[in-house]
């Protein structure tokens, strides 16, 4: 055999084999397949929402009521239930607009120590310090991006 021919050969076999295993598929953009978490009811396909959790699912849903065209939709009503949520239910934010907006609107309360232990039942008394702070506490966590109101105990 020539020199040449079994460089020919080699040569065919680098590209021909080369070229299938260089080619790369182009990068898959990412599509995210989860669904958007819903913060009102009012929002696009979130007349309704849910929140999974180990013991069921809680679906929450805006019923308006005499006050329905005077108030901007939140979801005021609660079902829970112990199947799995609905496939069809898109996830409920935990920071739902109503929630930002109460913590944003929230007004300092100087009088309240939020350092104290929490109270069982801290809403008995709902214009109490103890339930103001649970609200704050409850809210900020919900929506831990909303600077609230500083409480600055009184001197």
């Known amino acids: 055999m020539s020199r ?16 299938h295993t260089h080619e790369e598929k182009p990068p898959e953009s990412p599509v995210s397949t989860a669904p958007r978490a819903c913060r ?4 696009s396909g979130c007349a309704r929402c849910c929140d999974p959790s180990p013991g069921g699912c809680t679906v929450r849903s805006w019923t308006g009521g005499a006050e ?11 079902e829970a239930s112990q199947d799995a949520c609905p496939s069809d239910c898109a996830p409920c934010d935990p920071c739902s607009r109503r929630a930002e907006q109460e ?4 007004p ?8 104290q232990p929490k109270q069982i039942d801290a809403c008995f008394n709902p214009t109490s310090c103890a339930c103001h702070c649970e609200r704050k506490e409850r809210l900020t966590r919900a929506c831990p991006h909303v600077s609230a109101t500083p409480d600055a105990p009184a001197h």
């Open 103 to 106: 913590l944003r609107e929230m």
């Open 40 to 43: 009102a009811p009012d929002e």
């Open 4 to 19: 040449s021919w079994w460089c020919w050969a080699v040569l065919w076999l680098c590209v021909s084999g080369c070229k």
């Open 108 to 115: 300092a309360r100087p009088e309240c120590d939020c350092t």
């Open 68 to 78: 329905a065209g005077s108030v901007q939709p939140w979801y005021n009503s609660e």
